[in-house]
């Protein structure tokens, strides 16, 4: 049957732009320049968060491929001799190399050479286990210790998180430990049913696990500082007697052992809850005593711990808060995050730079330790595989591969990709595809014809966004918002641009042209209606609320403006149906009156400062207008009756059949600390979903409140914006590479997404992957 119903696209944030790759550094003497750093693994795919293997535990994982896939055992070439003799070493990480999947992977090395040898799906490849679309992250190996007063040895075992189990109530995260016994592949759960936990971290004996768990089991909502407690359990409940799950630590994330006694972590404190700018540390605590002390200094920020001893722990930090709102200003290296080694048995030294010596301008994630602590990992961005170009001119510039990447589908007739670029959006016969910078200041446009180019540039930064195909593809239009984004209060317009894919200068024509904040076009299957949000006729002090009108798609608002939704609320991200002859409209909207939702009069007017949130799907139909009076939508879907509940930019599929949609239906997958780090507000959406109609014919009503949905992707990313394509896949070659230069033929020389100075010596904001505003709010 093939991709039958077409391709869903969607945008990551979050996500750099080059790969990441996991690198290892000296402790004593610490690093002094980049030849002192040494790759862990290949140069595939993006790979992060890594973990050692021990070389007994590696027997084990050999020993059950030499038996169950002795072919793939062969081809690595790696024997249990080796592993022995110490020439060969395992590394476990996460990879997206898999079809795209964000996966655990091995990797076979020989230290001597530094050669990788194999890298395996260690769950695929070698045990076998098709866990379907999902995430895994955070491997770590357990075991290898006696019971019964050493009359049994328990053997070893993979401890990790997945989010292959959806969760029973909305806007919960999937995230659950489990753990794979090496010798035989038996997976069990260890995370209890009905909570819900991140980041296992195993204590140097092997027997027990310690975690971060959700409080109360759930998420509020949280942008960056998570509200979790630590608790610890033993790794083998039926060895052990049970799992012994116990709160240590009330408020903490990412724990570290120490010694089974002492475990590191990080907090982040808020100084005006609920906020994104907290101010993160790194602690110890003694079990034992119940004792807790502040390890890293006040005036930094310190997270993603990774202990060596009971002493001395290595951490990430950032010396001084990010300034990217401000964009102008050069990131200074003490806003770069480094990897630091700190002693509490000696706080009056200093503490051993691991980093900063050797790639002083330049990000470094989550620390590990090798090697009995002589060594400390860690995971960058690869800078250093930027493309150089000279543009066949003197002045050096780098360049970076553009391109669609394709994921695993939750369906086998609908493909799925990941777009770099902002707002993506695919023409009805999929031929063409448009997209906005990261700087919000110039739209692009690839097609087979003309390749990849800028079709529409404006002079300010963050002023175009949000682009649209007319659905009549003969028209060859494309439309975009012109004005601040991701703002409430000034004026936005919507411009049309005809003949877009042809040569030569294009003129964008502006079909609002009164000072109200307009945005999110999209065009009826004829072509020559277009529906959009604006906060026209609610005008009045603050600008705050939005709804749905229609205007002529050619001729704009001089042939008048018909009102479509109409209240004291926020109508927005709308989509017209793609079928010849209807009229129905879906939309995003928050505040509507319903009777299953009420804000508490505790409640704060704004989720996290940035929206009155209570987003959810809607449909109404543009046939039932009657003049002086709005038809009633009909609620599809929403996330929970809460302030932080968010269901947004809903498009239907080609068929009519599904609508997708960005949401935080799964909460998040990972901490996101862990990740790229700034101090502007994110509006956190989540992962792409759909949800099936029940009646796409005649009542619409049928469609309320639809209950069984279905989750597309599986990330510690934030994607957004999708866009669903009727032309099949097969037609549309994902590997198809574009280059956007840094020094463009034109007078627009885009920053996005490069690296400052001479490649790998310097990352500029782009490269973590966030976006180039002060503030998102939808």
Request: with cysteine; net charge neutral; glycine share 8%.
């Amino acid at each position: 049957m093939g991709e039958s119903r077409g391709s869903i696209s969607f945008f990551g944030t979050y996500r750099p732009p080059v790969p990441l790759g996991i690198f290892s550094c000296p402790v004593d003497p610490p690093p002094s320049s980049y030849k002192d750093e040494l790759l862990l693994t290949d140069d595939l795919s993006y790979n992060q968060n890594g973990q050692p293997v021990p070389a007994a535990a590696l027997k084990e994982i050999l020993a059950f491929m030499g038996k169950k896939n002795p072919k793939v055992a062969s081809d690595c070439g790696v024997t249990l001799e080796d592993v022995a003799k110490g020439t060969v070493t395992g590394l476990v990480f996460v990879s997206e190399r898999d079809r795209g999947l964000e996966t655990l992977h091995l990797a076979l090395r020989r230290p001597a050479t530094g050669q990788v040898v194999k890298v395996l799906s260690l769950l695929g490849d070698i045990y076998g286990v098709d866990g379907g679309v999902r995430m895994e992250d955070s491997g770590c190996i357990a075991g290898g210790f006696t019971v019964n007063g050493g009359r049994r040895t328990v053997g070893y075992s993979l401890v990790y998180v997945s989010t292959k189990e959806p969760a029973r109530t909305r806007r919960t995260p999937w995230t659950v430990v489990y753990r794979t016994d090496l010798a035989d592949g038996k997976t069990e759960r260890l995370t209890p049913l009905g909570q819900y936990d991140l980041s296992p971290a195993v204590s140097p004996s092997g027997k027990m696990v310690a975690v971060a768990n959700f409080h109360g089991n759930r998420w509020n909502g949280e942008i960056e500082n998570l509200k979790t407690q630590i608790v610890i359990m033993n790794v083998d409940k039926r060895a052990q007697g049970s799992l012994d799950r116990k709160v240590v630590i009330k408020d903490g994330g990412w724990p570290t052992w120490g010694s089974d006694n002492i475990i590191f972590f990080h907090r982040g404190v808020d100084s005006k809850p609920p906020s994104n700018t907290a101010a993160w540390a790194v602690y110890r605590y003694d079990i034992a005593a119940g004792k807790e002390d502040w390890v890293t200094p006040a005036g930094m920020d310190a997270m993603t711990p990774a202990a060596i001893s009971e002493t001395r722990v290595a951490v990430a930090f950032i010396g001084e808060k990010s300034k990217q709102v401000q964009m102008q200003v050069e990131r200074e290296e003490s806003q770069y995050r480094h990897i630091q080694i700190f002693d509490t048995a000696m706080p009056e030294k200093p503490p051993v730079k691991i980093t900063q010596m050797m790639r002083k301008e330049g990000d470094h994630y989550n620390p590990f330790v090798l090697d009995g602590g002589s060594r400390i990992g860690y995971h960058r961005c690869r800078t250093d595989k930027l493309l150089p170009d000279n543009n066949g001119g003197e002045k050096k510039s780098t360049s970076i591969e553009r391109k669609f990447d394709k994921v695993q589908s939750h369906q086998p007739d609908v493909g799925l990709f990941r777009v770099t670029g902002v707002f993506p959006s695919i023409s009805k016969d999929g031929k063409k595809l448009a997209f906005v910078d990261n700087e919000f200041k110039a739209v692009w446009l690839a097609d087979s014809q003309g390749g990849l180019r800028i079709v529409y540039k404006v002079r300010k930064e963050k002023s175009v966004f949000s682009t649209s195909w007319n659905q009549n593809d003969k028209l060859d239009t494309l439309y975009v918002c012109e004005g601040p984004a991701f703002t409430i209060k000034e004026p936005v317009q919507i411009m049309r641009i005809p003949d877009v894919s042809a040569p030569g200068r294009r003129r964008a024509l502006a079909l609002t042209d009164k000072p109200f904040n307009c945005a999110f076009p999209s065009t009826n299957a004829d072509g020559d209606k277009l529906v959009f949000r604006s906060s026209r006729d609610r005008v009045g002090g603050e600008r705050k609320h939005k709804n749905l009108f229609i205007i002529d798609a050619i001729k704009g608002e001089a042939l008048g403006v018909d009102q479509l939704t109409d209240g004291p609320w926020t109508d927005t991200h709308c989509s017209w149906s793609p079928r010849e002859g209807c009229d129905w409209i879906v939309f995003s909207s928050s505040g509507r009156p319903e009777k299953d939702v009420f804000k508490p009069a505790d409640e704060p007017e704004l989720d996290h400062g940035l929206d009155p949130g209570y987003f959810a799907v809607y449909l109404v139909s543009a046939k039932d207008m009657v003049k002086g009076m709005v038809p009633a939508p009909v609620r599809v879907i929403y996330s929970a009756p809460t302030i932080a509940g968010h269901i947004n930019h809903p498009v239907f599929s080609p068929d009519m059949m599904s609508i997708v949609f960005a949401a935080d239906l799964a909460a998040v997958s990972a901490d996101p600390i862990s990740m790229p780090h700034f101090t502007h507000s994110v509006r956190p959406y989540g992962d792409i979903f759909s949800v099936n109609l029940i009646d796409t014919e005649d009542d619409m009503a049928k469609n309320k409140d639809i209950q069984k949905f279905h989750r597309v992707t599986h990330s510690r990313y934030e994607y957004s914006t999708p866009t669903w394509s009727g032309r099949a896949d097969d037609e549309l070659d994902p590997n198809t590479k574009w280059k956007m230069l840094e020094s463009w033929h034109d007078d627009f020389q885009p920053r996005c997404p490069y690296v400052g100075g001479q490649a790998g010596q310097k990352e500029s904001w782009h490269m973590t992957g966030h976006l180039s505003i002060d503030k998102r709010c939808c």
